[in-house]
């Protein structure tokens, strides 16, 4: 079952902040967050795993809420680079070591 | 560079004709993927494989085929079977049941229907 992302789609202006939200129905072990440009290879951006710390980078970060189980990746002061679809990809057990895919958020940012 | 090849980057179909998709990598990764992508559905598991000679269904396996004979290589085929095979396919490889290691993705190759 696919994590519900929201919201689905969100327009900023550059150096405004921005939160994905990331929800599973299912216990999560890690979830992973990628960046997707129209037409390009999705980028990998972070991982949380269960019981870990909070991830950052520059100004973007991610939480994770294991009894929530849900994640947020927060953008900060966004940039013109940071437009894209953003997903979520979770891990919930098993042997088999698969991810499954949010449906994306759409991140624009303009000028 | 170590990264994934995935060729042709735009693939056309005849009714009634199997198509296959090429996947390389060269990453030294055990582990591959194959997902579809369709406007507003995100990612969808195809297939993956873990190690040589073994590979499984993911969520929408029909229609599909694939073969895992070498490690750098997991070629997928669209087969007559998937009425509906115009989507954007992504591979990808990761290291071998890792849950706290990334998934590296190919530039794609875009299915249509002539």
């Known amino acids: 079952q696919q994590p519900v992302q929201s919201p689905q789609a969100v327009i900023l202006r550059e150096g405004e902040d921005a939160v994905i939200n990331c929800s599973s129905s299912?216990?999560?072990?890690?979830v992973h967050w990628y960046r997707q440009k129209h037409g390009e290879a999705p980028i990998f951006l972070m991982i949380?795993?269960?019981?870990?710390e909070q991830k950052g980078h520059d100004k973007i970060s991610a939480s994770f809420n294991e009894k929530k189980q849900q994640s947020s990746l927060y953008l900060t002061a966004s940039q013109l680079s940071y437009s894209g679809t953003y997903f979520c990809?979770?891990?919930?057990?098993?042997?088999?070591?698969?991810?499954?895919f949010g449906k994306g958020t759409l991140l624009t940012v303009n000028p | 560079d170590g990264g994934i090849t995935q060729s042709p980057k735009y693939l056309f179909r005849k009714e009634g004709q199997n198509v296959t998709l090429s996947c390389e990598q060269n990453?030294?990764?055990?582990?591959m993927y194959w997902y579809r992508q369709d406007p507003g559905q995100g990612l969808r598991l195809i297939y993956y494989?873990?190690?040589?000679?073994?590979?499984q269904k993911g969520d929408i396996a029909e229609g599909y085929s694939v073969s895992r004979e070498k490690k750098e290589s997991f070629p997928l085929t669209v087969t007559s079977a998937q009425k509906n095979p115009t989507a954007f396919y992504l591979c990808?490889?990761?290291?071998?049941?890792?849950?706290?290691?990334?998934?590296?993705f190919g530039d794609g190759t875009r299915l249509s229907i002539l």
């Open positions: 990808a490889s990761s290291i071998r049941e890792a849950i706290n290691q990334p998934q590296h």
């Open positions: 299912k216990a999560l072990y890690s």
């Open positions: 949380l795993l269960k019981g870990g």
């Open positions: 990809g979770t891990y919930s057990g098993g042997s088999n070591y698969k991810l499954t």
């Open positions: 990453l030294n990764h055990d582990a």
């Open positions: 494989s873990q190690i040589v000679n073994d590979f």
